[in-house]
């Protein structure tokens, strides 16, 4: 209590302006006291209005007041210093913009350490001190300081609300309890305390739990994303350096086709420029000929004439065939002809094999795909638009509806021949290739039909197993009856309990490696689902297996 009594005093004898303890004390007309230079730089600061007023009363005086030192109180001072006054606390010691200040301390308020629910009140260091020195408020309940006191009093009662109400979720006081609470499930707040902590206790636990899974995640996503990086370094390497391959070979088979060109060009050319001398030799000999003749032809003598001509017209035998024949070839145009074939014919791998990489580029994700739409609103979102491709129909198929719907006939079509047209089983399939996600409906006439998805390259001519959806492990294949559904893969039959329905639906999450043939009717039910793993794009098949029955691909809203 001592302490106490020094702390009142220190409090009455500090400087209002400075907050510290006076220092040169004045006191002024008003009563209030103030450190010499705290007053005087004020009322510097006045002199131009004229007049000088108290910080504390607002009190003016006209003219500024003389000040002399107040003797006592500098007395007082000196005296409560030596008997252990402090300073004024530092700086932390006040409240800060988020702290609680005390509702005891007079004058600049000190920051409370504990707010007291049975007072309730917030208190300083020194003026939560009697909490632990006074016997019956030792029982009261401190805690963290709080600017929400007041949320503790009932705004009924005027009481602590130290009961708490099952039944309305909410606290109370007593008065509460037995007026408009009486009858509910009430406990006291200590209660409901205990067990609402054990839950958050559980809550908790389930929080770090999720923390420690959450961690390992994201340690795995790093390890995933250095893998990443790491494999697409390799790849990008290993890519560069087949390609720049690629690019030597192309170069190294240039230059062979170069040095062909060029030493059958020089080999032709020696040949033609050989034969070219001969028949210059040959031409200036017969022209050295011709001359003797006609020379031999103005001799007027008889007798020498005969004498001569023997000699003179006997001609050697020519080196070469009567006449050159030059064979219709158009030189090295058939050697350029077939180095635009093989140009055309690696644009077409080309293109063909940048289909795969790309795919493979794309189906490159660590991550886990979202997950299968719930209602068939959801599936909408990806419809794709399919057609049919004729080229690939069989001759007992007929195309409609602008190539969406086939239908078997009776008797077969006159189709042109085409190397991608099935030539056994009454099969066609979509021009389109589908990747990522898609839904598409099919409705159905049904006798017999297999709604399927299949590799592009699946064999086309012939009857065996590699052409048949369904039959081999390029092609899922669902078949529709009247009465029953039958799911097949590679040769193997699942059979399939649902719904009959006209139309079929089909989503395919390239990606994820997902499958799914549903019946669609008022509901979707969902008949069978494939996991795997596709690694090339995927075309819509249909297997008519009598006349008259169709499959149409649906237009969707």
């Known amino acids: 209590m001592a302490q106490k009594g020094v702390q009142l005093n220190r409090e009455t004898i500090s400087c209002s302006i400075c907050l510290d303890v006076l220092k040169e004390p004045v006191t002024i007309p008003c009563g209030h006291s103030y450190c010499m230079k705290c007053i005087k730089t004020h009322w510097d600061g006045e002199d131009q209005k004229g007049t000088h007023s108290c910080p504390q009363c607002r009190e003016t005086f006209i003219p500024r007041p003389v000040l002399g030192k107040n003797t006592m109180l500098a ?9 252990g006054l402090q300073a004024a606390p530092a700086d932390h010691c006040y409240p800060g913009a988020e702290d609680v200040a005390c509702d005891f301390c007079s004058g600049r308020k000190l ?8 007072c309730p009140a917030s208190y300083c260091e020194n003026h939560l001190q009697p909490h632990y020195d006074v016997a019956p408020l030792r029982k009261h309940k401190l ?30 006081c007593y008065l509460c309890s037995v007026d ?25 636990q389930q929080i770090q739990q999720r923390i420690q899974d959450a961690e390992k995640d994201v340690k795995l996503l790093q390890q995933e994303l250095e893998a990443i990086h790491q494999s697409a370094d390799k790849t990008v390497e290993d890519s560069q350096k087949i390609f720049t391959e690629l690019i030597r070979l192309l170069q190294k088979r240039s230059s062979d086709v170069k040095q062909q060109i060029r030493s059958q060009q020089e080999a032709e050319g020696s040949r033609v420029k050989e034969l070219q001398e001969k028949l210059e030799q040959e031409i200036t000999e017969l022209k050295r000929k011709d001359a003797e003749l006609q020379q031999l032809s103005h001799t007027e003598d008889h007798s020498q004439f005969l004498l001569n001509y023997t ?21 090295f145009e058939d050697v350029r002809a077939a180095v635009s074939e093989l140009r055309d014919k690696l644009q077409d791998i080309l293109r063909e094999e940048w289909t795969n990489i790309s795919l493979r580029v794309t189906e490159v994700d660590v991550l886990l795909s979202q997950p299968e739409p719930e209602s068939r609103a959801g599936f909408l979102k990806y419809t794709c638009e399919i057609t049919l491709d004729p080229n690939t129909a069989h ?32 099969q066609v399939l979509s021009r389109e290739s589908l990747t990522g996600r898609c839904y598409w409906e099919v409705e159905m006439r049904v006798g017999g039909v297999i709604v399927a998805v299949t590799y592009k390259n699946i064999r086309r001519a012939g009857s065996g197993d590699e052409c048949g959806f369904g039959r081999n492990d390029k092609t899922w294949a669902l078949r529709c009856y009247q009465n029953s559904f039958e799911f097949w893969y590679n040769n193997m039959e699942t059979s399939i309990s649902g719904p009959q329905s006209s139309r079929v639906g089909v989503y395919l999450d390239h990606r994820a490696g997902i499958l799914s043939f549903y019946s669609v009717s008022e509901i979707m039910t969902l008949l069978h689902r494939v996991q795997t793993t596709f690694t090339q794009p ?20």
């Open 311 to 331: 000699s003179v017209a006997a001609l050697r035998e020519s080196t070469h065939s009567p006449s050159i024949k030059i064979r219709p070839l158009r030189h």
């Open 395 to 426: 001759t007992w198929l007929l195309l409609s509806e602008g190539n969406r719907k086939v239908t078997g006939m009776k008797q077969e079509l006159s189709y042109s021949s085409h190397p991608d047209r099935f030539t056994e089983y009454s």
């Open 538 to 557: 995927l075309c819509v098949g249909f297997w008519i297996l009598g006349s008259g029955d169709s499959a149409e691909l649906c237009k969707m809203k």
């Open 75 to 83: 007395d007082l001072v000196e005296q409560l210093k030596k008997t």
């Open 180 to 204: 408009e609470h009486k009858g509910h499930d009430t406990v006291s707040a200590a209660v409901e305390r205990t067990e609402r902590q054990r839950e958050m206790e559980g809550s908790r």
């Open 143 to 172: 805690v963290e300081p709080s600017e929400n006191l007041q949320e503790n009093i009932c705004s009924v009662h005027d009481e602590v609300m130290k009961m708490f109400c099952r039944t309305d979720q909410k606290s109370i």
């Open 111 to 118: 920051k409370a350490i504990k707010s007291c629910l049975s």
